[in-house]
């Protein structure tokens, strides 16, 4: 027996919106019945080459019965009153990153999830990316070792967001791959930076965390740099990982390392450098985008709920907030509480 496609509205057809609708409109068990904007030449475009319904007002979906999920890709400002609605109105709901504007909304969102039996996934499509996955299963079989810093660069020029600084624009993807990676919370953040073209919109920002295993990250972010760079290190006790999104190669081995031995007499310090091979792993072709948009649609089926994916979601937005404070306040330190760690999100 085939069952009827999932019947789903887009809302939100700017930067990101197209690709999640070009996605969910090649897959054969889901129907978009619905797109949303309030750009009327962006409807009548992807409303032609989709046929589809146009809309630019959100109650239209709301209203619709049959409607059985809303995807949201607006700005974050918007995103707690538009999926709150979503989930009230009992569809399941898939938001763009970051979840939400403050951990409260994000709370809040997930209550109304679990409270209605939703689904509620958060788009942190680097999670399904199989670099990103590679390096969780070296670091879930130890290969590297103990973990001694990750340091990462995402840094381009622009694009320039108006109502948000790049600590909520490019944060998420590098956040989310640390807590998905090192499965624990941060027990401090500091970060500095500067608004250097919009006064109050701070385009770069050089973002410390701390975590209990001792581990120390430093994520440097940027809309202003001569070149785009996706590029993060991990360094281990036996070997060391360079994920770079931008290259041919996105993964790259080292087995290099340091060892020190305890010194037999007082002056003596011993330290010898090992040098190994350097490996390229094969990886999957998996376009993450489409391996997300499995999850949620798997999930309306009511087989996961997918709200574990977006606890993962709202200490994102944890970090950033605290992030946000440190910068505002020049640096400072901001300690976050150990009563939640970060989920065990596969």
């Known amino acids: 027996m085939i069952n009827d496609p999932h019947r789903l509205g887009v809302v939100g057809l700017g ?4 690709n999640l609708l070009r996605v969910l409109a090649d897959r054969s068990d889901t129907d978009v019945v619905w797109i949303c ?11 032609r080459r989709y046929r589809t319904t146009a809309t630019s007002c959100y109650s239209d979906l709301i ?14 400002f918007t995103h707690y009153e538009l999926a709150a609605q979503a989930l009230e ?34 788009g942190h499509t680097f999670l399904y990316s199989p670099p990103v996955r590679a390096v969780r299963a070296m670091l879930e079989r130890k290969e590297l070792g103990e973990v001694y810093f990750i340091s990462s660069s995402r840094v381009n020029l622009g694009l320039h967001q108006r109502d948000v600084s790049v600590i909520w624009d490019l944060g998420p993807h590098d956040f989310s791959i640390l807590l998905y990676w090192l499965g624990e919370m941060p027990t ?3 970060a500095t930076g500067r608004a250097s073209i919009v006064p109050g919109i701070a385009d770069v ?35 060391m990982v ?6 041919a190669e996105p993964l790259r081995v080292y087995d290099q390392g340091v060892v020190y031995r305890d010194p037999e007499t007082f002056g003596e310090y011993h330290l010898s450098y090992r040098t190994g091979d350097v490996v390229s792993p094969k990886l999957p072709s ?51 509480q150990a009563d939640r760690v970060a989920i065990n999100y596969t």
Not at 37 to 47: E, M, P, W, Y
Not at 208 to 214: A, D, E, K, R, Y
Not at 242 to 247: E, I, K, L, P
């Open 63 to 76: 209203n619709d019965e049959s409607l059985d999920g809303i995807v949201i890709a607006t700005p974050v």
């Open 188 to 190: 401090s953040v500091r």
């Open 37 to 47: 904007d309030q750009d009327q030449t962006r409807l009548d475009i992807f409303a």
């Open 15 to 18: 930067y990101w919106g197209p």
């Open 286 to 336: 998996t376009e993450p985008l489409a391996a997300e948009m499995h999850d949620f649609v798997s999930s309306l089926d009511g087989r996961d709920p997918q709200t574990s994916q977006a606890d993962l979601a709202r200490e994102v937005v944890r970090i950033i907030e605290a992030a946000d404070r440190s910068l505002g306040e020049g640096g400072t330190e901001q300690v976050l």
């Open 89 to 122: 109105a009992g569809k399941h709901t898939f938001v763009e990153k970051p979840l939400a504007s403050s951990a409260a909304e994000a709370s809040a969102l997930l209550k109304l999830a679990r409270d209605n039996g939703l689904s509620l996934m958060c």
């Open 205 to 239: 920002a050089f973002v410390t965390l701390i975590f209990p295993s001792g581990v120390v990250a430093n994520v440097e972010l940027s809309w202003l740099a001569p070149s785009k760079l996706r590029r993060t290190v991990v360094v281990g006790s036996q070997q």
């Open 242 to 247: 360079v994920y770079d999104d931008t290259s």
